[in-house]
């Protein structure tokens, strides 16, 4: 079986509070040493930067720190990209800790499966009094076809991988996506573009990772709302692409599944408003 090159790329600001133990735990990876590993700084103050450094001085022929100043994760992990050379790269947040079987496991994935060009792995709570939201507990496999609308929240950045041949054909993340920008999703909106550009996707169990994102139940609402404005502005983009009947039929089963739960979809439609103001504003610019 073919031998999978591996890069792990993570972006942090300010991620002082996890991003030690998060080290602690890649470094625990079996085979850790033979994953590229590239640390992305963006815009911290708090030490985070220092703290990557010396975790890379372990490993300097494969682990380097390196800064980004342009704000957002999307940013941050498109210069992660150009300064990495693994043939399938993998993403955490700062705030996860991998398990020791992350990277082989994640490794077997593609090496299994040459069609295959992204995929999401299990996220646990590290914490049980922390809200559940932006974990995936199941234990179940699923496999999405090509040319397949992805459902919001199959993907997810705490534990990601894309095929680098994936990304190229897809484009990057789009840097007005991701955490420090307005709108959330830009894992799940490059995963739409990966999709339509041919390639098949999944949610695999065996890669996992605990998320230690702190937040409770009131903070977890507001992040919430964020995720949102964040769908309404991916299904506002994709609304002008080839696929827009795909993405239409999405947004209703979106809004049905909100009704269902019981929770505002104003958020959606809003998100979506508010990125077509924004492409609006910057035309005329």
């Known amino acids: 079986m073919h031998e999978v090159a591996l890069t792990l790329i993570l972006c942090s600001r300010n991620g002082m509070r996890t991003i ?3 080290l602690n735990q890649i470094r625990s990876m079996d085979g850790a040493d033979a994953v590229e590993v590239v640390l992305v700084d963006n815009g911290s ?12 001085a372990a490993n300097p ?26 043939e399938v790269i993998l993403f955490i947040d700062d705030d996860c800790y991998p398990d020791r079987g992350f990277a082989s496991a994640w490794r ?9 060009g992204f ?9 049980a009094r922390q809200s559940p939201l932006g974990c995936n507990t199941s234990t179940t496999t699923q496999i999405l076809s090509q040319s397949t609308f992805v459902q919001r929240g199959f993907v997810q950045g705490s534990n990601m991988a ?13 840097s007005r996506f991701g955490a420090g920008t307005p709108f ?11 999709s339509y550009a041919g390639w098949r996707g999944g ?78 504003r910057q035309a005329r610019s």
């Open 61 to 86: 022929a494969l682990w380097r720190a390196i800064l980004e100043t342009k704000p957002g994760n999307s940013a941050g992990r498109n210069t992660g990209i150009a300064a990495s050379s693994g």
């Open 162 to 174: 894309f095929r680098r041949q994936c990304l190229t054909d897809a484009g990057l993340f789009d």
């Open 20 to 22: 030690g133990e998060c």
């Open 119 to 127: 995929g999401s792995g299990r996220i646990l709570p590290y914490d």
């Open 108 to 116: 077997a994935i593609f090496a299994g499966d040459p069609g295959l």
């Open 184 to 194: 959330a999703g830009e894992e799940w909106e490059v995963a739409v573009r990966a």
């Open 203 to 280: 949610y695999f169990p065996e890669p996992s990772v605990a998320h230690d994102h702190g937040r409770f139940d009131s903070e977890a609402f507001v992040r919430g709302h964020y995720y949102d404005i964040g769908a309404g502005a991916v299904y506002a983009k994709h609304l002008l692409t080839a696929h827009a009947p795909a993405t239409v039929v999405e947004i209703a089963r979106d809004i049905r599944r909100q009704i269902r739960k019981r929770a505002a979809v104003g958020p959606l439609l809003g998100g979506a408003v508010q990125y077509y103001s924004t492409m609006l």
């Open 45 to 56: 103050t708090d030490g985070t930067f220092a703290a990557m450094q010396e975790f890379c």
